[in-house]
């Protein structure tokens, strides 16, 4: 098998790839990431955390921060399979 193209095949130009904030996924995270910063920084009070029998309190920025992590692993752990067309 030959693998190189004949010679009055059509150049294609090289694919270029929009920069990345221009996507529409980028955007969308950015403002989700602008609106949870400006959550965590109003959000600076102590709150009580109850538990079964664990009691704790935190400020309730150090929580938002560590269930958007647990949430973030584990939607990155339970990607959705592509599907093919």
Not at 5 to 22: F, S
Not at 44 to 50: G, N, Q, R, V
């Amino acid at each position: 098998m030959n693998d190189t193209t004949p010679a009055d095949a059509p150049k294609l130009p090289p694919k270029t790839k929009k920069p990345i904030y221009t996507r529409p996924k980028f955007i969308a995270s950015a403002i989700a990431g602008i609106i949870f910063l400006i959550l965590i920084i109003q959000n600076s009070e102590t709150i009580a955390i109850d538990v079964f029998f664990w009691k704790a309190s935190a400020p309730a920025a150090l929580l938002y921060v560590v269930f958007s992590l647990i949430g973030f692993i584990v939607g990155w752990l339970v990607k959705r399979p592509k599907q093919s067309a």
